[in-house]
């Protein structure tokens, strides 16, 4: 690893900030990692020796060496059976921009070289439950709770918080010359009046905290004023006369300490605000970009006999978080210009490619993906838009494999819901275990999806096991957009599906489908095709799905509008025979069908199909 | 002058490394070398950086410096690191402390008007800018570090190494 800093030509150099020439100029850092090498010890069995907290610092050292050492592919003995999760090299630039900027930013400019990721099943499941079991921990620490508070509950917050220092400080600091806020913290687990400070200012934001500490602050000093008044007339004695008026505190003192306070107080409040606002409504924002040649995932489900490869090439992968204290917060776009997905075997006899380039003609990118998240409101909105171009997926049973792989067990099956947030995830944190009676943050998941593909083709090869004498269908689309919208109150799902230029054509050898693959992308009218289907086919379709609410017994509505463009089929004995036998093709589909509970059956369905302008047919099943 | 690194040594990398002391310290004054041997990283390190994890075990079998004074530091210090090792694991209820520490610093002047001498609380704080900052600064923007580094992820069985 090598760090150094760098001028705007990339080349090293001596940066003083404070120089004038260096006033408008960012800070520029380059990071390189060579042979940077990550790896997965799925089968580590030792490991509890150094988590051990009474192991000795210097048996972990040997210990931790070892355990590299296994991986180290340069060491002749490193142990053959850890794949290789990672391997390359890797330079980031990094830029501070906070040298000139009130608000720091960072920015990383990451080229990594080729990267090749191989994985067996069991890293996989191991990485899965990791990555489950980060998020859940960074959900636990999202302090979203302060936004929650409406303004009477914030009131009352606010009031027993002052209380409760002022009684804090009467108990504990009376006779110490200064208030000390670590003394509350190891008195929090205890004392009541400590648990409720502690609870305020985890809960109350910080201007609010100040002004209450501001009431405490002054109610505390109105304390010890009575009390030195009352020492004061109790010392008087038999020289009484002559201390009184030392001990007396005139109003034109305490007047002066309050207005003394005041003044201190606003111009602090001032600084707060300033001070706040730049670390948690800004925070500091991170921006990466990383260009990728080529990568590529091998993944082996069970044995070494089969494996799934997925390769890319032309990578580009942008994201932005806006405030590195809610992750969450971010806007990311990632590009890639190629890509295929295949299943081969041992002996890479054959690769049976479930998703591959359409043709070389076209050179726009194949997946653009677009996500954007954001909190606001107690709404966490995502929007993610998918723009595909010129591919071909294949239904092949082999995918089933690895879906079964990848897919999380039975038990830890969860529904997916436009609109249903993770709130209980956060409601498990143990900042709520010291505030019980915080209400349940209500946050909705605001989905908004669109995806627009273009030119793309899906086969479904007849007999997978052969694929080169095998005949299929191929089902072709010029256009095909689909988007999808939750509405802010949760009440239903919106999905529009628009499709543009379906054709269906069967081939009876795969030398006739890669024959004629290259014409069903032009604008053609194939309708003479012996093979044909149907051809030049629109449709356009609204669905939306209102959601059935807990508590109540209604069950979901379903409204389903269908405009049609003229179809026209071209049957003959021959397709309608291949036609009955393709439901056979999406067998494998039932071994990946689970058991859920069965919903009600829908009533108030409402579902209205218009065919070139004219209703034809309206149902409505209650 | 190995007494002398002893203490400006840590005010300029004890936010980053600890455990500077006579043992570990050697000091080839007039080259500008200074070597650091058995050292370890500030486990507060991540968490002032935000980081979602602890540091568990650290340490650097041998740390070289090449500090350019002669020159007045107007050459970036070359940091070269050997074996290196760290133990991390991702932490727990982090950003609640940081939040409530965070407040408390905040809320620590405020306070002080209710301390003994309550006059003493509105006295500006003494500024630490001066030269010891701008050399601080200059040094850690212009550092430049090589390393043989391996680093260790660990937790629940489930481990990164690279």
């Known amino acids: 690893m090598s760090v150094y800093t760098i001028n705007e030509q990339g080349e090293p150099d001596f940066f003083d900030r404070t120089q004038q020439k260096n006033l408008n100029r960012d800070l520029l850092k380059n990071i390189t990692l060579k042979d940077f090498v990550v790896y997965w010890n799925s089968e580590e069995e030792e490991a509890f020796l150094i988590s051990d907290n009474d192991c000795k610092d210097s048996y972990r050292k040997i210990y931790l060496r070892d355990y590299i050492m296994r991986g180290d592919k340069k060491n002749p003995e490193a142990h053959p059976l850890f794949d290789f999760s990672f391997d390359s090299r890797l330079t980031i630039k990094t830029v501070d921009t906070s040298v000139n900027e009130i608000e720091p930013k960072y920015k990383l400019d990451i080229s990594l070289e080729p990267i090749k990721i191989i994985l067996n099943n069991h890293q996989l499941r191991q990485i899965i439950e990791f990555s489950k079991e980060l998020k859940a921990k960074a959900q636990k620490s999202k302090v979203h709770l302060t936004e929650e508070l409406s303004e009477e509950e914030l009131l009352a917050e606010k009031k027993a918080y002052t209380n409760s220092l002022v009684k804090f400080y009467e108990n504990y600091c009376t006779s110490k010359p200064r208030f000390k806020w670590e003394e509350v913290l190891q008195a929090h687990k205890g004392d009541r009046d400590s648990q409720m400070i502690y ?14 500490t501001r009431e405490a602050v002054l109610e505390i000093n109105k304390l010890k004023k009575i009390s030195t008044q009352k020492k004061g007339k109790s010392k008087k004695g038999l020289f009484g006369f002559w201390q009184a008026e030392e001990t007396q505190v005139q109003p034109e ?16 409040m001032l600084a707060s605000k300033k001070m706040t606002k730049d670390k948690s409504v800004t925070g500091f924002g991170l921006t990466i970009s990383a260009k990728l040649k080529e990568a590529g995932v091998v993944f082996f489900p069970d044995t070494r006999s089969q494996h799934f490869c997925l390769e890319m090439r032309n990578i580009k992968l942008d994201f932005d978080f806006i405030d590195h204290k809610n992750l969450e917060n971010f806007k990311s776009n990632i590009a890639v210009f190629d890509l295929e997905f295949f299943y081969t075997t041992k002996n890479h006899q054959m690769a ?36 595909g171009c010129n591919f071909e997926i294949s239904v092949i049973p082999q995918i089933s494999e690895l879906i079964k792989a990848i897919a999380p067990p039975k038990d830890d099956e969860i529904e997916i819901s436009f609109t249903k947030g993770h709130s209980d995830k956060i409601f498990d944190s143990p900042l709520l275990t010291r ?166 059956p829908a009533t108030g369905t409402v579902l209205t199909v218009k065919h070139n302008g004219i209703h034809l047919v309206r149902y409505i099943i209650i | 002058m190995e007494k ?26 007039l080259k500008g070398k200074v070597s650091l041997k058995d050292i370890s990283l500030n486990p507060s390190m991540l968490s002032k950086l935000g980081a979602p994890f602890r540091i568990v075990y650290s340490n650097i079998g041998n740390l070289e410096m090449n500090i350019p004074w002669l020159k007045g530091f107007k050459q970036p210090i070359e940091l070269c690191l050997e074996d290196f090792l760290v133990l991390i694991e991702p932490n727990e209820d982090i950003k609640e402390v940081d939040i409530v520490e965070e407040k408390m610093k905040l809320l620590d002047r405020v306070t002080e ?24 600064l200059l040094i850690l923007d212009n550092i430049q570090v090589a390393s043989l580094y391996f680093l260790k992820i660990l937790r629940s069985g489930l481990r990164i190494f690279t």
């Open chain 1, 199 to 212: 609870r305020a200012l985890v809960i109350i934001p910080s201007m609010g905290i100040i002004e209450a």
């Open chain 1, 253 to 268: 003192d305490t007047q002066k300490e309050e207005e003394k306070f005041e003044e201190f107080y606003q111009s602090f």
């Open chain 1, 352 to 387: 049976n490619h479930f998703i591959k380039r359409l043709n070389d003609y076209d050179h726009r990118n194949i997946i653009t993906l677009n996500l954007n998240k954001k909190f606001q409101d107690h709404h966490r909105f995502i929007e993610l838009n998918l723009e």
């Open chain 1, 435 to 600: 505030a019980p009676s915080l209400k349940k943050p209500n946050i909705q998941t605001v989905l908004t999806f669109t995806s627009n593909l273009l030119q793309a083709a899906v086969t479904v090869p007849m007999n997978p096991a052969s694929l080169l004498e095998t005949d299929g269908w191929a089902l072709f689309f010029d256009k095909i957009g689909l988007s999808t919208q939750s509405d802010l109150s949760g009440v239903s799902d919106t999905w529009n599906i628009d499709s543009e230029g379906i054709r269906m054509d069967y081939f009876d050898s795969l030398e006739t489908y890669l024959r004629n693959r290259e014409k069903l992308y032009l604008p053609v009218d194939q309708t003479k095709s012996l093979y044909n289907l149907i051809s030049n086919f629109q449709l356009k379709s609204n669905i939306t799905i209102a959601k059935s609410n807990e508590e109540s017994e209604s069950t979901k509505n379903l409204n389903c509008y269908l405009e049609a463009g003229k179809a026209l089929f071209y049957i003959n004995p021959l397709l309608a025979f291949k036609l009955s036998q393709l439901p056979a093709c999406f067998e494998f589909l039932k071994s990946l069908h689970r058991e859920r509970p069965q919903n009600k």
């Open chain 2, 4 to 29: 002398l690194l002893q203490f400006i040594l840590p005010s300029f990398v004890g936010d980053f490394i600890q455990g500077i002391d006579r043992e570990t310290l050697k000091a080839n004054f």
């Open chain 2, 113 to 136: 008007f209710v301390s003994i001498n309550p006059n003493e609380a509105s006295k500006p704080e003494k500024k630490s800018e001066g030269l010891f900052t701008y050399y601080k």
